[in-house]
């Protein structure tokens, strides 16, 4: 079982940046997939980011690309979300997930094992 927990979110003005954090239970994190995800009100959750185990490869959506950057601290079971250049339309909460092992469908809500509660990120104009 791994748990869960964002933290990091806010609100911050059009153009200003937000770190999450996401800390994770259990001594296997390593071997975790990593995956952040957004909501906003009244939309279906959607990707974000994701870093695999092992190598640490990324991904990112089209419109997070060149702003948001997924990174993973193993020795602290920590993964977070750098998030700068922040516009509106990134106002929602921020979730993050873990997938054991190796997937090539990074993106997909469904191949995440374990889910945090979210944080809330209110970007304004």
């Known amino acids: 079982q791994v748990q869960l927990v964002e933290s990091g979110g806010g609100l911050v003005q059009a153009g200003g940046s937000l770190r999450l954090s996401c800390a994770a239970s259990g001594r296997t994190f390593s071997s975790y997939a990593m995956g952040w995800f957004r909501q906003a009100p009244g939309k279906e959750r959607e990707f974000v980011a994701a870093i695999t185990w092992g190598d640490s490869y990324t991904y990112y959506a089209d419109y997070v690309k060149g702003r948001f950057t997924i990174s993973r601290d193993n020795a602290k079971n920590t993964v977070y979300l750098q998030m700068n250049s922040l516009k509106p339309e990134d106002t929602g909460v921020y979730y993050c997930?873990?997938?054991?092992?190796?997937?090539?469908?990074?993106?997909?809500?469904?191949?995440?094992?374990?889910w945090g509660q979210g944080t809330q990120v209110t970007v304004s104009s």
């Open positions: 997930a873990a997938k054991r092992g190796f997937s090539g469908y990074y993106s997909q809500e469904v191949i995440y094992d374990y």
